[in-house]
């Protein structure tokens, strides 16, 4: 304390030319409009560039917290979506077949997850149990056949995509019927293999591909139509390459068929089957 | 001891109406205009002590400020020329050799040492005077020019004044 005394007194003049000069200066820059504008300006400017950057730092560190308030807010507006309610009330609508008294009931669905790449490709909608699917309906889509439903569950279920490699439909094309299997070795999601079409039929090339009622469609359903048709060596079938109507890789909104006889189609098919 | 603090007095009041109600209206147009006030400062006694100078500074240069209106200008001008004065003596004068009362006046110093001694003080104090008045460094050139012709002005009127007076305190 003594020393800081001394060194004071020994530069006294520094000191008090400090304190005089510090009042003067506020004295100054206080009550003169010109000086006070300027430094007022200069400080403002300079603070605020300051303070600019110190934000921005600043926000690196709370870089966290903004981006869980962010998710999180999200995450709300999300919620108020309109697409993120469940449409609880399964719209239906019933096709009546006055010839065959057959009945068809049509569910539409959303897409909600998709695979085209694949060798087993398979999609999920948001109808399931709960909207009246059951596993082994089939599922069309605007431009034609999707694929047939594989697992279910309350409010979703699982459908086998054409895309598949032991995917079979019942397919006709100019009255003769085969079957229709995705050539898994091209992974080509736009074609499709028509077997068993016997060689007497006359296929051309733009002929269109239709459900040939067998099976879990209906009758004309479209799936595609005939690209090129081969004969292979031997053989008394055409090897028919199909176009798919569907395109897989942007389809959003399907129908699933409930074919209500189904059921008792099935039954009799077994019964023939076992002797 | 009295005697000197009266005489300062006096200076002091002289000086100050001096520059307040005739200097005032003397100048250049706003080029050179005359700081004879800081005679005051000159004139205080060698080796008083840092604190008064200081504070006779200070509120000389605030008296001036009171009339010219530029409240804190000439007080900061002066506090800094009180500093460059305790520099200057310190280095130019051993002031032991010094009476108490001793004055620095052109009689008692001689007219080198006087004219530097008035030279630089009055630089300093014109060269911070302007520099704050017009508080920015883009037109210093002729911040500069003003310095100069007005420490030029000051400097022929203190020494006019220090002719006057310098013969009367002989005689």
Redesign the interface.
């Known amino acids: 304390m003594r020393n800081l005394w001394l060194f004071i007194s020994k530069y006294?003049?520094?000191f008090?030319?400090c304190?005089?000069?510090i009042?003067?200066?506020?004295?100054?820059?206080?009550?003169?409009s010109?000086?006070r504008a300027?430094t007022s300006g200069v400080s403002g400017q300079f603070i605020g560039e300051v303070y600019e950057r110190a934000t921005f730092f600043k926000n690196y560190l709370h870089l966290e917290e903004v981006n869980t308030s962010l998710a999180q807010e999200n995450a709300r507006l999300k919620n108020e979506l309109k697409s993120s309610f469940l449409i609880d009330s399964a719209e239906k609508h019933i096709v009546r077949d006055s010839i065959r008294k057959q009945q068809y009931i049509y569910i539409v669905a959303r897409v909600v997850n998709n695979s085209i790449h694949q060798q087993n490709n398979y999609l999920i909608i948001n109808r399931g149990s709960k909207h009246g699917i059951r596993k082994g309906m089939g599922v069309t889509g605007p431009d034609g056949i999707v694929g047939i439903v594989r697992d279910v569950t309350e409010n979703f279920a699982r459908v086998q995509s054409v895309l598949h490699s032991e995917s079979r439909f019942s397919a006709s094309v100019d009255g003769g019927i085969g079957s229709l299997v995705w050539d898994e070795g091209s992974l080509n999601s736009k074609i499709a293999i028509l077997k068993d079409i016997p060689s007497h039929v006359k296929v051309k090339p733009n002929d269109p591909v239709t459900t040939s009622g067998y099976s879990l469609f209906p009758i004309g359903i479209q799936i595609g139509h005939v690209k090129r048709v081969g004969l292979k060596g031997g053989n008394s079938f055409l090897d028919i390459e199909v176009v798919l109507s569907t395109d897989f890789s942007s389809l959003q909104y399907v129908y699933v068929i409930n074919n209500v006889l189904a059921r008792e189609q099935q039954a009799i098919e077994s019964q023939t089957q076992t002797p | 001891m009295s005697n000197i603090f009266i005489l300062n007095l006096a200076r002091f009041a002289i000086l100050i109406l001096i520059q307040v109600f005739l200097l005032q209206n003397v100048g250049y147009y706003n080029l050179s205009t005359p700081f004879l006030y800081i005679l005051i400062i000159l004139l205080l006694p060698i080796k008083i002590p840092h604190w008064l100078l200081f504070v006779s500074s200070f509120a000389s240069g605030l008296i001036i400020d009171i009339f010219y209106d530029t409240l804190g200008l000439h007080a900061t001008a002066c506090t800094v020329m009180a500093l460059a004065r305790i520099v200057f003596i310190s280095v130019t004068l051993q002031q032991e050799k010094y009476e108490n009362n001793q004055t620095p006046s052109l009689g008692a110093m001689g007219f080198r040492w006087f004219f530097f001694y008035t030279a630089t003080l009055t630089f300093f104090h014109h060269t911070v005077l302007f520099l704050f008045e017009t508080f920015r460094f883009s037109d210093l050139l002729y911040t500069l020019l003003r310095t100069v012709s007005s420490s030029i002005f000051t400097i022929v009127l203190i020494f006019i004044y220090e002719y006057i007076f310098f013969h009367k305190k002989v005689r």
């Open positions: 006294n003049a520094f008090l030319f304190l005089f000069f009042t003067s200066l506020t004295l100054l820059l206080n009550n003169n010109y000086q300027w």
